[in-house]
T-cell receptor
């Protein structure tokens, strides 16, 4: 039982390049999330998927796209990377997503992305 | 947008000392969570509190949810080097789907 896995662990891109961050969970969770973590800013939600086949914008979606490929996998794509997207990206999953209630979110180990 | 303010931002203490970390907001939260994050890893949930005035204990860690459900505190007794890490509070507002994170308190416990 690996929990939440993310690939790659580290990536360096040049401005304008594209890439996809991969995330998979083996806990049969319905909901999945992408966050970015910047020094002094905490964790900010980029996109989430409440269930297979649905995706919604979070707090900071500009410059990103997501795909919920199936129940297990949720990918994040940067179409044209910018230096402002240098960050640590975390994928998380939870059993469900309820209004006004917080299920435990399980986080992956993160992808450290640098855009030059 | 509901904001969570954590204080202090940084804390460096000697092994064996006690400490308290605070998480405050002007908004009411239906539930609040505390996570710990170690360097190079993702956050891991420590506790969820849902009732105003609730107190939960996890070994040497004591968590309290304010009566008005706008604030929370984390108290560590006799801190150990293994407690070193980034402590994050996160809350969900009534009727909201989004989990809002505070900016975190970075704790260093010196042996």
């Amino acid at each position: 039982n690996a929990g939440v896995t993310q690939t790659p662990k580290f990536q360096v891109l040049k401005t304008g390049q594209s890439m996809t961050l991969q995330c998979a969970q083996d806990m049969n969770h319905n909901s999945m999330y992408w966050y970015r973590q910047d020094p002094g800013m905490g964790l900010r939600l980029i996109y989430y998927s409440a269930s297979e086949g649905t995706t919604d914008k979070g707090e900071v979606p500009n410059g990103y796209n997501v795909s919920r490929l199936n129940k297990r996998e949720f990918s994040l794509r940067l179409e044209s990377a910018a230096p402002s997207q240098t960050s640590v990206y975390f994928c998380a999953s939870s059993e469900d997503r309820w209004a006004g209630r917080t299920d435990t979110q399980y986080f992956g180990p993160g992808t450290r992305l640098t855009v030059l | 947008t509901q904001l969570l303010e954590q204080s202090p931002q940084f804390l460096s203490i000697q092994e064996g000392e006690n400490l308290t970390v605070y998480c405050n907001s002007s908004s009411v939260f239906s539930s609040l969570q505390w996570y710990r994050q170690e360097p190079g890893e993702g956050p891991v949930l420590l506790v969820t509190v849902v009732t105003g005035g609730e107190v939960k204990k996890l070994k040497r860690l004591t968590f309290q949810f304010g009566d008005a459900r706008k604030d929370s505190s984390l108290h560590i007794t006799a801190a150990q080097p293994g407690d070193t890490g980034l402590y994050l509070c996160a809350g969900t507002g009534a009727g909201s789907y989004q989990l809002t994170f505070g900016k975190g308190t970075k704790l260093s416990v010196i042996p």
